[in-house]
């Protein structure tokens, strides 16, 4: 009988508390379907929006990452453990916003990223076997997740070596392109960039603005491994970051079992 290899779903808490923001969220945690029994650490992928990741019911559809490590495990591919962290409902752009919006008004982005760095990351470190190091540190999300993952990963890369960022809302803060020409980072980062041909008008020529901003920024441009794939046919939805998200996922913590196979 061929074993189950889905993930072990743990929820870390229903209401955990953000003291930057004074709020509560429901954080989980997918561990590997062997991780009682492995004794090994493992590399660490944290990831916005977790309502839309592995849930069922989700009303715009979800991402189905438990299916694809489950999928993944089989091939080796799936020793990580994913942190979902629940957006804030009616608050989600202004948690997810780094910067002043005329619209929106002063975003919480910053706070929210404190949370990560000095609340959670701590947290998770302390209580599961990860690695701790940014180089097996990833975040990640789409659209205004994309937007604050990205922000992490350019405000602070001592802390986050890898970003998988889908449909990022770049529109929202177009003080970003600032940060990516500013980007200098000391150690070697990877970047996972998707976008759809069929989103709104703004997004795929704004994730090619920011892949041009990346390249022309000055210091070591061989420190960033920008992957960047379009779908032309891709609309701005949860199907196709489903589709998405085992392709960044093995492209990010797996090239060592890719060049391999190649």
Known sequence: MQ???????????????????????RISALLPFDYEQSGKSYPVLYLQDGQNLFDEHAPYGNWAIDQALKELAAGD?????????????????NEYSPYFHPRF????GREYLDF??????????????VIPDREHTGIGGSSLGG??????GFREPSIFGKMMVFSPSLWVSPKIFYHAQCFRPAE?????????????SFHLPNVLRMKNALLKRGGDKSLLQLELNINQEG??????WREEFPKALKWLYFQNQLNDEA
Do not use: C, N, W
């Open 3 to 25: 074993a189950d290899t889905s993930p072990i779903i743990r929820i870390i808490e229903e209401e955990y508390e953000i003291p930057q923001l004074q709020r509560t969220r």
């Open 77 to 93: 591919m799936a020793d990580v453990i994913v942190v979902t962290i629940d957006h804030g409902g009616e608050e989600r752009i």
């Open 105 to 108: 008004g002063k975003g919480k």
């Open 116 to 129: 990560l760095k000095f609340t959670l990351k701590p947290y998770v470190d302390k209580t599961f076997r």
């Open 147 to 152: 937007l604050i993952s990205m922000y992490a």
């Open 188 to 200: 070697d980062t990877s970047l996972y960039l998707y976008a759809g041909g069929r989103e709104s």
């Open 235 to 240: 609309t701005h939805s949860e199907l196709y």
